[in-house]
Nanobody, 116 residues
């Protein structure tokens, strides 16, 4: 069964860093395009970053460019989101998504709270 499990969220002060991980199982991770989304309270889910199956191409939302880095390790079936210079407005539940052909799989999310 296809499964995505996020981890690494938590409480961090403004200006701090976190690294999120998303471990995949039950499908061929190496051919899936991966992405991170986030959803803040009262807001719609928004795309944060994407990475192609081989990891050669990445894209970012304007709000996180220069601060966040998406990467993947196909040997470990894991995608990462390194988040630096965190701001209070980055507070949200972060989800990873796998796109395999026309099917999307989602994780359960991990909470990131940026507050002093």
């Amino acid at each position: 069964q296809e499964k995505l499990v996020e981890s690494g969220g938590g409480l961090v002060q403004p200006g701090g860093s976190l690294r999120l991980s998303c471990a995949a199982s039950g499908f061929t991770f190496s051919i899936a395009a991966m992405a991170w989304y986030r959803q803040a309270p009262g807001k719609e889910r928004e795309l944060v970053a994407t990475i192609t199956s081989a990891g050669k191409t990445t894209n970012y939302a304007d709000s996180v460019k220069g601060r966040f880095t998406i990467s993947r390790d196909n040997a470990k079936n894991t995608v990462y989101l390194q988040m630096n210079s965190l701001k209070p407005e980055d507070t949200a539940v972060y989800y990873c998504r796998a796109q395999l052909f026309i099917t999307n799989y989602w994780g359960q999310g991990t909470q990131v709270t940026v507050s002093s």
